[in-house]
């Protein structure tokens, strides 16, 4: 069963617009929401993350909005550029219970920005 | 920032036979490291956690048997794959939490082919 829940699976987005990646989870033991950046053949490489007591969290052009009471949390690139083309995992964790530690993905959003 | 390697980064072996993947913080201790499978544009699915001096705690679905893990030190977890079949092709790669016990920092990840 997937415990996080990812959408669009493919994203193209013109150079200089906004990349909007969303994702949904159930598990209300997460509290820890990272978002991972993966090119082909390499592991993820961690972007950005959020915990549940904000609802913004924002690093440069990168900015995760987060929303406690739907379960949902979106990852928005501005700005987009043709360097940020790869594979966008959202992720959950927690620190209680099972989900001690351990990181569930969604299953990935291929980016292409086209110049 | 923390760094995780894994070795090797590739690997083909024939059918039948084990394969070791060994998966190191650099910089850092963890008692605590985690195995991910991702199998061509998918996602990243946990396999197992991988705990210093115990035994490792596998997810539901993954053979225990078949994927023996060793957590020998503070820096070194090892994975291997018992008796490899063509359908345990796959990226292996592995995580380990930073000073934060939050922020995972994930390796550049094993491709394995069994032939």
């Known amino acids: 069963q997937q415990q996080v829940k990812q959408s669009p699976q493919s994203l193209i987005v013109q150079k200089g617009g906004i990349s909007i990646i969303n994702c949904a989870y159930e598990?209300?033991?997460?509290?820890?929401f990272p978002w991972y950046q993966q090119f082909p053949g390499k592991g993820p490489a961690l972007l950005i993350a959020?915990?549940?007591?904000?609802s913004e969290k924002k690093e440069g052009r990168f900015t995760i909005s987060f929303n406690k009471s739907a379960k949902q949390f979106s990852l928005h690139i501005m700005d987009s550029q043709p360097g940020d083309s790869a594979t966008y995992f959202c992720a959950a964790s927690g620190y209680r219970g099972s989900t001690l530690g351990r990181l569930y993905f969604g299953r990935g959003t291929q980016l292409t920005v086209w110049p | 920032g923390a760094v995780v390697s894994q070795h090797p980064s590739w690997v083909i072996c024939k059918s039948g036979t084990s394969v070791k993947i060994e998966c190191r913080s650099l910089?850092?201790?963890?008692?605590?490291m985690f195995w991910y499978r991702q199998f061509p544009k998918q996602s990243l699915m946990l396999m197992a956690t991988?705990?210093?001096?115990?035994?490792?705690?596998?997810e539901q679905g993954v053979e225990k048997d078949k994927f023996l893990i060793n957590h020998a030190s503070l820096t070194l977890s090892t994975l291997t794959v018992t008796s490899a079949h063509p359908e345990d092709s796959s990226f292996y790669i592995c995580s380990a939490p930073g000073l934060d016990s939050e922020t995972q920092y994930f390796g550049p990840g094993t491709r394995l082919l069994v032939l």
């Open positions: 910089d850092f201790q963890a008692t605590t």
């Open positions: 598990n209300t033991a997460f509290d820890y």
């Open positions: 991988s705990n210093e001096g115990s035994k490792a705690t596998y």
């Open positions: 959020i915990r549940p007591d904000v």
